[in-house]
Nanobody, 120 residues
């Protein structure tokens, strides 16, 4: 199923934490490169955390040291643990994976988005 379902967004005060969850039903996160993105109105959607082809985690400089990406071993669930949240982290967060076939990109698949609001 080409479907990602997100949960875990909400509103927190600066310094607080949230944990986002992204789920699928066919081990997607064990098959394809995946990660988390965020977007604010008028801005492009940018990645904040991702796994590369070697399952090494990478983080945008703006969240490094505060966010942690992880996934279950079966590839059905991916998480974004967000600690020490800042107002500038406010955005709609999307989980994502990139489908490759014969090393060629054939599609991008996104969760529905979940709002994260951080108040000062």
């Amino acid at each position: 199923q080409r479907q990602l379902v997100e949960s875990g967004g909400g509103s927190v005060q600066a310094g607080g934490s949230l944990r986002l969850t992204c789920s699928n039903s066919r081990n997607i996160f064990s098959i394809y490169n995946s990660g988390w993105y965020r977007q604010t109105p008028g801005k492009e959607r940018d990645w904040v955390a991702r796994f590369d082809a070697h399952d090494t985690a990478h983080y945008a400089d703006s969240v490094k040291g505060r966010f942690t990406i992880s996934k279950d071993s079966d590839g059905n669930t991916m998480y974004l643990q967000m600690d020490d949240l800042k107002p500038e982290d406010t955005a709609v967060y999307y989980c994502h994976y990139e489908e490759l076939r014969n090393f060629e990109k054939v599609g991008d698949y996104w969760g529905q988005g979940t709002q994260v609001t951080v108040t000062s």
